[in-house]
């Protein structure tokens, strides 16, 4: 038994899990919704009433909880033309079959048919929640028709997913919401944050019905971990977290001089300055590579040796010095940048490294992944 001292506490917690949630639409999506219902529901009974013969009821009630799901949630998985058109129709079938053949009391036969009601639904993949509703409504009606299932419940329905796929496109919601086709191979997406393995792990741990389409779920979940992580980094600068001093080399310096600063630092690059310190190449360990390859040697570490070693006359045939292998083309950035700007660049492009400037384009550090990993585990 938990102490007197935390029952109101335990109260309190009740009384708060109790209180409605805060629905984030503003007030024109409230008026989108509730004119949507308006006409959807106008445009079915007054087309129903013009098709059925006379003495059917031209509206069954379960439809109006259908029209809150079509125009309120265009994009639940609850609300899809086949949900909808499925779920109330053979829901009311459902109700019918429990009169015919269930020989128990009413209640008994009313329970029975929304509990075979959800059963059939989610059976059929056009799980709805008027569908319930359809079929205590027979019970409670007394409906034995078989007809009736057809006419009026399945034309109502089907009229109202028609008006739905109308009214949502004109007012900018996607309705029918199927799931967002995969990219086509070859198609440059930026890479995900969590693949769809995981997401499925998770919601077969979750083990419940999604209100959400999956599609959605996922990026709703891929922009609020952008948020998150942007509000966590968007105080950093590159001088927060870059690396300083920098080692550095000239465009004279000599490739064994530089590939030695390389292997005792353990580093991956240099960048190459001039006597002022302003960026004018950067030389990495691929360059190195890539140079290594003119060699005439059978093995790499041959080829990389015979690179390093310092020509003997004053004229050569391969290069001597960083400034003939390095990259021109340098992608810096100053210091006082936010680091989120430069995510993409490590992310996306490939960078490892990036010089960081400052006053007057001088060098003030190096900006590496580990660097970032570091921001990024640790936060501002």
Known sequence: MPPAASLPHRALALLNALR????AVNARERLRVLLGAGIGILLAGALSQTALTPGLPWLVAPLGASAVLVFGLPASPLAQPWAVLGGNTASALVGIACLHWLPLPPMAVAAAAVALAIGTMFLLRCLHPPGGAAALLMVLTATQDWHFALLPVALNSLLLVLAGMIYNSLTGRRYPHAQQAPAPAGAQVAPPRFGDAELDAVLARYNQVLDVPRDDLADLLHEAELLS?????????????????????EFGTPLAEAWTLLQEHNIKALPVVDRVQRIVGIVTRADFMRAAQGQRREGLGERLQALLRPSPSTHSTKPEVVGQIMSRQVRVASADRPIAGLVPLFSDTGHHHIPIVGEQARLVGILTQSDLVKALSHGP
């Open 229 to 249: 992580y942007r509000n966590r980094m968007g105080r950093l600068r590159c001088a927060d977290i870059m690396s300083s001093p920098v080692i550095t080399v």
């Open 20 to 23: 409605p949630a805060p629905q």
